[in-house]
């Protein structure tokens, strides 16, 4: 059993370059999340997926797209990756309204 | 202003003692409301939900909410060394928009 699985745990970028952060979840859930974390700040909301179809902006999109593939999938991607992006990135996921959260095991970005 | 507030910490505690956490919100309209449990370099995990006023209890852990003041605090009791975590207030509201606090760090010595 799975649950929510985010792909790299670890990545080094270059200012500039573009990369995908992949999550995916195997627990039928309809709502999906990506939030960044940096010390000191809480997980800040960057843009969630209410249900298959939709996306939204969250507190910091600025920087950021998503795509909710299907209801499995929500991929968060940087065009033009900076410095400030340097961040760890969750991805969470729930079956619906007023239930729990369930987290990936984040990934650590660095943008150098 | 942050729609999910708390007091950063670090919040220090005696073994033995009661650890008391607090969170504001800013969206009346929110419906339901989560303390999850984050140690160092690891993902949140969940502690409690609450959605109705009043009190919810579950084993040391209380949770109580106020939505008339847009209040929603945790108590710990009997603290042990192994909650030394940071405490994280959540809160859903509109869309199934769901926000995070920035996160309180508890601190619990032998």
């Known amino acids: 059993n799975a649950g929510v699985t985010q792909t790299p745990k670890f990545q080094v970028l270059k200012t500039g370059q573009s990369m995908t952060l992949q999550c995916a979840q195997d627990?039928?859930?309809?709502?999906m999340y990506w939030y960044r974390q940096d010390p000191g700040m809480g997980l800040r909301l960057i843009y969630y997926?209410?249900?298959?179809?939709?996306?939204d902006k969250g507190e910091v999109p600025n920087g950021y797209n998503v795509s909710r593939l299907n209801k499995r999938e929500f991929s968060l991607r940087l065009e033009s990756a900076a410095p400030s992006q340097t961040s760890v990135y969750f991805c969470?996921?729930?079956?619906?309204?007023?239930?729990?959260?369930?987290f990936g095991q984040g990934t650590r970005l660095t943008v150098v | 202003q942050k729609e999910v507030e708390q007091n950063s910490g670090p919040l220090s505690v005696p073994e033995g003692a009661i650890a008391s956490l607090n969170c504001t919100y800013s969206?009346?309209?929110?419906?339901?409301f989560f303390w999850y449990r984050q140690y160092s370099g690891k993902s949140p995990e969940l502690i409690m939900f609450?959605?109705?006023?009043g009190d919810k209890e579950d084993g040391r852990f209380t949770a109580q909410l106020n939505k008339a003041s847009q209040y929603v605090s945790l108590l710990i009791r009997d603290s042990q060394p192994s909650d030394s975590a940071t405490y994280l207030c959540?809160?859903?509201?509109?869309?199934?928009?769901?926000?995070f606090g920035t996160g309180t760090r508890l601190l619990v010595s032998p």
């Open positions: 969470a996921s729930v079956v619906g309204v007023n239930t729990e959260a369930f």
């Open positions: 627990m039928n859930h309809n709502s």
């Open positions: 609450i959605y109705s006023n």
């Open positions: 959540a809160v859903t509201g509109g869309f199934q928009k769901l926000v």
């Open positions: 969206d009346r309209g929110s419906q339901s």
């Open positions: 997926s209410a249900s298959e179809g939709t996306t």
